[in-house]
């Protein structure tokens, strides 16, 4: 009875929450762009494309529903592209969840103005406005800006609309031939597990982000889908003892007469304590991201005694002044009633000088604070990660807190070390920050997310140390599975740069280890390996290698492997390369004939940004780098199809997963090669007009070739996606793309095909208008 209840009264609840996030936080909808909106030429209309894309994620009545039609006339569009029509259940609910609507945004956000869009995706306004500014700087990954578009209403296609529809159909029948049939998405756990890690239980933390979790607000869910206990006992297998999960204080505190609260705080409250009783079972523990306090709205401060605390501004956000001794007690306090009522907690890790504005040393900024300017950054930064330390241990002693020096000013890092007074804190860096790399000749430093630079760097091994002089214990940040190198695979097979990180780590005696941000915790033979490497001493890859999958089949893996960390360790590595560059997006992006404008976002919309996406590189160098890339990891794809044929039962079976993957990377790298040659190319002919007529063809051949690679890739991709839920995905992007996103690939690589075919005047800068 309480459950039947509770079902009906969760949906009044959720209303009142939203509710009080308007009063509190005054979560507004970011202003429309001047900048017009993309219309995918490779369509016939905007409503086709609108169609297309949501034809697998949203019901036909919905789409209907949005654009003021019948599901008959939606259904038609549909059939006339050679689209299946859809039936009963074949659209998975969770595309209109938390843990699946990103998808579904992104594939929208050029096609309908933010009405549509919450119509679409059943939001209010505030709720949407509320998760472009929590689930993960999503705000940021789409632009930081809402392109222009009007509202989308259906009008019946014309003749020639009809007719492109029909060439559409034909393109699709090619592709569509002998279809197989489709792992569900988000069924990530169907794989045969490999050999787990024998553990010793220890108290060194071994902490990783769910794979599958929902990342902005995921205590809402009474159900937790977001950590299933076959991820946990995977998980516990393999070592790992410790769970993070996204928070943000104020959703999990009621509100005080100053500070900020949560009408569902006791909701999410229950479900964390139900997370922590699931999670123990495994021997697991759950910590919390701490990226606090939280910068509120401008209308926060409309109480005059709020003004007191009102710190530095960014847009129309305000810092909670921690210089006024009341910001910094309702810090410790928050903590304090949250680890007293929610028992059990093993902890949180702070970051208290990048993510989201919290003090107003937070981004570097506190010379604007009256109260802040005359105060040292050190202090500052300090004083939140001991408030923190204060309310945790005050109501747990037991439990852990994590100081990340993530973005520290390097010169303060001392300073700030020494001034953490609860001598129980563990520092925690990011092991690889500030190697020293040359790629093809261009020499820079690494910041984090690298799997294919292996640390530590000396800059980490300069901050453990101030640490242990400090009386602090130490923890280092690896990613361990996959990085922004390629963030849409669950792990890249690198595995010769991932066990000697381990092994380099192992001999510094960490306390601890984070091995995943976002991405890169799925319970994957790299992790295996990574723990198997730090533990044992006398630890060879070869030897792992056939324990797993036989002697014969051992040792060629053995070869892969290494050709895949060679390959890797080609990477043109940059912060902005990581971000902008269309690894992840892969053969899902899009060859643009005509240039859009657009600077690509980060880990979002790639575009047709070269120059965003090789960044210190150059087009030549970029392009090159990615080739070894790509040439290494379908090098290394030929030792392990050997591999296949001589290994039998459950290794073969592990085998399988394993070359999926590694030639999904492959076809990624590969994808992003074609891209920047097509896009080169592209961009010489039409802004060069002085290119010979030699030249030009020669650019044109090159278009051409990019052209059929891609196709290929796509074709190659395919059923690899239909086979494996895991591929194209990331938790905090949710899916980058599904099989109807290769669908679209086809569609407008063959559309430019034709273009260069019979119009190559297209793309000559002289014959532009």
């Known amino acids: 009875m309480k459950s039947v209840i509770w079902r009906l009264l969760l949906p009044l609840l959720l209303l009142v929450a939203a509710t009080a996030r308007a009063e509190v936080g005054k979560d507004v909808l970011p202003a429309v762009s001047w900048q017009e909106a993309l219309t995918p030429a490779w369509f016939p209309s905007r409503m086709h494309a609108f169609v297309w894309r949501n034809w697998t994620v949203v019901p036909a009545e919905r789409l209907a529903w949005v654009v003021g039609t019948s599901p008959e006339n939606i259904t038609d569009i549909a059939l006339s592209m050679g689209l299946e029509k859809q039936r009963g259940g074949s659209i998975q609910n969770v595309w209109n969840s938390p843990k699946g609507y990103i998808t579904v945004l992104r594939r929208n956000w050029h096609l309908l103005p933010y009405k549509q869009l919450m119509q679409l995706l059943g939001l209010t306004e505030n709720e949407l406005a509320w998760r472009l500014k929590e689930d993960d700087f999503l705000w940021v990954k789409l632009g930081s800006m809402k392109p222009k578009c009007d509202v989308l209403t259906y009008s019946a296609p014309t003749a020639q609309q009809q007719a492109k529809a029909g060439q559409i159909s034909q393109w699709v029948k090619e592709i569509k031939r002998g279809k197989q049939k489709e792992v569900p998405r988000f069924d990530f756990y169907g794989e045969p597990e490999d050999e787990p890690v ?3 239980n220890d108290s060194t933390i071994r902490m990783v982000f769910s794979y599958s979790s929902e990342f902005g607000d995921p205590l809402l869910d009474s159900t937790l889908s977001s950590y299933p206990d076959v991820l946990l006992r995977r998980l516990a297998a393999r070592g790992i003892n410790a769970l993070w999960i996204h928070s943000v204080l104020s959703t999990l505190v009621p509100e005080t007469d100053l500070f900020p609260g949560d009408a569902l705080y006791d909701v999410r409250r229950r479900h964390l304590r139900k997370l922590i009783d699931r999670a123990a079972r495994y021997g697991i523990r759950i910590f919390l991201y701490s990226n606090e306090p939280r910068a509120a709205h401008r209308s926060f401060f409309d109480r005059v005694e709020r003004q007191a605390f009102k710190g530095v501004q960014e847009g129309d956000q305000y810092a909670l002044c921690t210089s006024d001794v009341r910001t910094l007690k309702w ?7 949250l680890f007293t009522e929610v028992k059990g907690l093993g902890g949180v890790f702070t970051i208290t000088a990048s993510e989201n504005l919290t003090s107003c040393a937070s981004h570097g900024h506190q010379a604007e604070c009256l109260r802040c300017k005359e105060r040292n950054y050190a202090e500052i930064i300090a004083e939140v990660n001991n408030a923190i330390a204060r309310g945790v241990h005050a109501a747990n002693e037991k439990a852990e807190v994590i100081v990340w020096d993530w973005q520290w000013k390097e010169a303060e890092v001392e300073q700030i070390i020494e001034h953490l007074t609860d001598k129980r804190i563990l520092l925690m860096s990011v092991s690889e920050w500030g190697l020293p790399i040359a790629r093809g000749g261009v020499k820079t430093t690494v910041g984090e997310y690298s799997i294919s630079s ?6 980490s091994l300069n901050h453990w140390e101030m640490a242990r002089r400090s009386g602090l214990r130490t923890m280092a940040k690896v990613q361990v599975g996959t990085t922004w190198e390629l963030g849409s695979v669950p792990y ?19 306390d601890g280890m984070m091995l995943s941000w976002s991405l890169g915790g799925y319970p994957s033979v790299n992790m295996d390996l990574f723990l198997e490497a730090f533990a044992d001493q006398d630890f060879r890859l070869e030897a792992a290698a056939e324990q797993r999958y036989g002697r014969k089949a051992g040792k060629l893996v053995a070869q892969a492997w290494h050709l895949f960390s060679e390959g890797m ?19 899902a992006n899009p060859f643009y004939a005509d240039p859009t404008g657009y600077r690509a976002t980060m880990v979002g919309l790639p575009y047709d940004d070269l120059g965003g996406w090789r960044s210190i590189y150059p087009v030549e160098v970029y392009t090159q780098q990615m080739e070894r890339v790509a040439t290494g990891f379908e090098q290394g794809m030929v030792p392990l199809r050997k591999a296949l044929k001589v290994a039998g039962g459950q290794a073969r079976l592990r085998l399988k997963s394993l070359a999926r993957i590694a030639q999904a990377v492959a076809l990624h790298y ?10 080169a190319a592209r961009n010489e002919l039409l802004q060069n007009p002085t290119l010979s007529a030699e030249e030009r063809e020669v650019r044109l051949q090159q278009m051409h070739y990019s052209v059929e690679s891609e196709l290929e890739t796509v074709l190659a991709l395919l059923p690899l996606v239909r086979e494996d839920a895991t591929i194209g995905y990331e938790s905090s992007n949710q899916y980058f793309y599904i099989e109807q996103d290769l669908l679209e690939k086809y569609i407008n690589l ?13 793309f000559l800068s002289d014959q532009k208008p």
């Not at 810090?331 to 009633?337: F, I, R, W």
């Open 198 to 200: 024998l553990w010793k």
């Open 331 to 337: 810090l410790e306090n928050a903590y304090k009633d």
């Open 454 to 459: 292996v640390g530590p760097s000396q800059r």
């Open 492 to 510: 890249i097979p690198a595995m010769e740069l991932i066990t000697q990180h381990a092994r380099r780590l192992s001999a510094q005696y960490m």
């Open 569 to 587: 360790a080609e990477f043109p590595f940059s912060g902005a390369t990581v971000y902008n560059a269309p690894q992840h997006m892969g053969p």
């Open 670 to 679: 590969r994808s992003v090669v074609n891209q920047a040659r097509f896009t």
């Open 750 to 762: 063959k559309d430019v095909q034709l273009l260069l075919e019979k119009q190559p005047s297209f």
